[in-house]
């Protein structure tokens, strides 16, 4: 089955564009969702990021404390590359169940990941797409809906790649600017992608 990434910085858009493909009938695997649900539900993982961040990384019902996390993580490189290394490979796990199950039913999934690129996911898919946006209105997106700071958000995007960096990497793009369509978007590369998917079908 064809397997097709999607990434974009943080504020990008990227949810808000699988949604559209969801209503199109298309599965999407959401990688950052998942490896909230992992790092609550997968015991050998929780005792890993407790003994890297303290016992706090967990309030006592079991629920993530996401605020320590992210104040430790988002400030130092070493501690970043600890989580992902925690967490990545149960995620991949994860995925992999995951295609294997919708496999049959559908013409293509998508797998939607902030760090497609960032953590060598991509290499599970046969293409990507990248959803842009312009700095600012990424950066106003997250401040209305996460109500961080502007340097809250300039932190996280310091630990992503650039756009420019991204762009080199992917196939296909959808600009979530004021002034595009995301629907118009989504329906070309829904369209090019069934056309690909019934050719690798019947290869
Ligand atoms: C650090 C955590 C606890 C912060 O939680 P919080 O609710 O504040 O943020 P949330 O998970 O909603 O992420 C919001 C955005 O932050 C950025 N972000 C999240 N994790 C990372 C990361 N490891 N590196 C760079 N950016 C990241 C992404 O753009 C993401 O979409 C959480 O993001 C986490 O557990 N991250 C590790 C899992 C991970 O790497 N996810 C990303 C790809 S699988
Ligand atoms: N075209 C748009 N017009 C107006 N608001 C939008 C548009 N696209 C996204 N948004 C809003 O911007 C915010 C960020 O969008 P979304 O959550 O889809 O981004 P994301 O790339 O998945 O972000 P993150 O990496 O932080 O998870 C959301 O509140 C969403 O409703």
């Known amino acids: 089955m064809y397997k097709i990434g999607i990434t974009g910085g943080i504020g990008s858009g990227k949810t808000t564009v699988c949604k559209v493909f969801e209503v199109l009938g298309i599965p999407v695997f959401y990688a950052d969702t998942e490896a909230k649900n992992i790092m609550i539900k997968d015991a050998e993982l929780i005792e890993g990021v407790k003994s890297t961040f303290g016992k706090n990384s967990y309030f006592d019902d079991g ?31 994860a995925f992999d169940a995951w295609a294997n199950e919708v496999k049959n039913n559908v013409p293509y999934t998508l797998k939607e990941a902030a760090l497609l690129f960032e953590s060598d996911s991509y290499k599970m898919c046969d293409t990507s797409i990248l959803v842009t946006a312009p700095m600012e209105t990424k950066i106003n997106r997250v401040i209305q809906r996460d109500n961080v700071s502007t340097e809250q958000v300039k932190a996280r995007m310091s630990k992503q790649m650039t756009d420019e960096d991204k762009a080199k990497m992917a196939e296909h793009f959808i600009v979530n600017d004021e002034e595009h369509s995301i629907i118009k978007q989504v329906l070309s590369l829904h369209k090019h992608f069934l056309q690909l998917a019934s050719k690798v079908q019947t290869i």
């Open 63 to 93: 629920i993530l404390n996401n605020k320590h996390i992210a104040a430790i993580v988002f400030n130092s490189e070493i501690e970043l590359a600890k989580l992902n290394a925690l967490v990545h490979p149960a995620v991949f796990r």
